[in-house]
């Protein structure tokens, strides 16, 4: 009986790590894609092939980090919304402050209660 239980473990085991290893392949498709076009023109395991490769260029030059561009596009034309955001965010502070005294004054209360009732 262990044993068969063991062995459903196993091949249950084995099944999520097969389909989590698909999913990882599939993820990484388009990255893979990226390295293998930029290192194409090098011949693998060459010291320039493994600098490259290591370097953090190839990521740099095909998503450009440091272009602020289209973050700053993003950024005005959901202007309003960010600030309706910002403005949610102050009222949730304001009422999480009252929401804190408010239980804090009610725990105090029913404390009180609760040592009446015992005496």
């Known amino acids: ?6 062995s459903r473990r196993v091949g249950i085991r084995c099944y999520y790590t097969n389909r989590y290893l698909r999913k990882l392949k599939q ?3 388009p990255l893979t894609g990226i390295y293998r076009s930029a290192l194409a023109k090098l011949p693998e395991g060459s010291p320039e092939y493994q600098a490259l490769a290591e370097s953090g260029k190839i ?4 998503f450009r980090p440091q272009n602020l561009e289209p973050y700053l596009a ?10 309706c955001v910002d403005e949610l965010q102050d009222i949730m502070l304001e009422w999480d402050h009252r929401f804190n005294s408010i239980t804090r004054s009610l725990v105090a209360q029913y404390a009180r209660q609760h040592e ?3 005496s």
């Open 116 to 118: 009446y009732q015992k």
């Open 1 to 6: 009986m262990g044993s068969l239980r063991s």
């Open 74 to 83: 993003a950024q005005s034309k959901l202007k309003e919304t960010l600030k």
């Open 27 to 29: 993820g990484n498709a």
């Open 59 to 62: 990521w740099e030059n095909h």
